[in-house]
């Protein structure tokens, strides 16, 4: 189960694995490792999740 919080879903695959690549050829591609790397810092504090994805199998 994945944990998400409002607005993270740019981050994220539908299996809940992070995306490393930006999300189209316009964005700079260093920008966007910052902002990944800043969203996984968010996972290792364990902010508090506002929403919660589940997936099914």
């Known amino acids: 189960m994945s944990v998400l ?6 981050f994220h695959y539908s299996d809940g694995s992070h995306r490393w690549i930006a999300p189209g050829p316009d964005y700079d591609q260093a920008v966007w490792d910052e902002q990944v790397r800043q969203h996984k810092l968010g996972h290792l ?4 999740p506002r929403v919660r994805i589940r997936k099914v199998v």
Not at 5 to 10: L, P, S, T, V
Not at 45 to 48: F, P, V, Y
């Open 5 to 10: 919080r409002a607005g993270d879903e740019k």
């Open 45 to 48: 504090r364990n902010e508090r």
